[in-house]
């Protein structure tokens, strides 16, 4: 049975999948924003605003869209130097394993 996560309240993605071959990742998509959003207890509009504030890109989809191919690329998003990073982290690694993606946010 697929174990999961559950983060600030919401339960997200399964760990794993039934099957033994994993699929490959996929791009973020809307609805991963949303989903991300949702599981750090933002809406889509509140995590794009923290993600305009926090990185040179103007929207969640646009900062995980642009890494979203298997060149290994992962954030660093340190809480220590501002604590709103853990949130973006989070939502990010919420994203990647909504996409069966192995990577996740450094936090240094």
Excluded: W
Excluded at 21 to 46: C, F, I, K, N, Y
Excluded at 66 to 76: I, L, M, S, W
Excluded at 96 to 108: F, I, L, S, T, V
């Amino acid at each position: 049975m697929p174990s999961s996560i559950q983060m600030r309240g919401a339960i997200v993605a399964p760990l794993s999948r039934q099957s033994d071959t994993p699929e490959p990742p996929t791009r973020v998509m809307p609805h991963d924003t949303h989903l991300a959003a949702a599981a750090v207890g933002l809406t889509s509009a509140q995590l794009d605003a923290l993600t305009a504030a926090l990185t040179a890109s103007s929207t969640f989809l646009a900062f995980t869209g642009k890494h979203g191919g298997p060149d290994g690329y992962r954030p660093t998003l340190r809480p220590d130097r501002d604590p709103r990073n853990a949130t973006l982290a989070d939502a990010y690694d919420v994203a990647r394993q909504a996409q069966n993606d192995p990577r996740r946010a450094y936090r240094g």
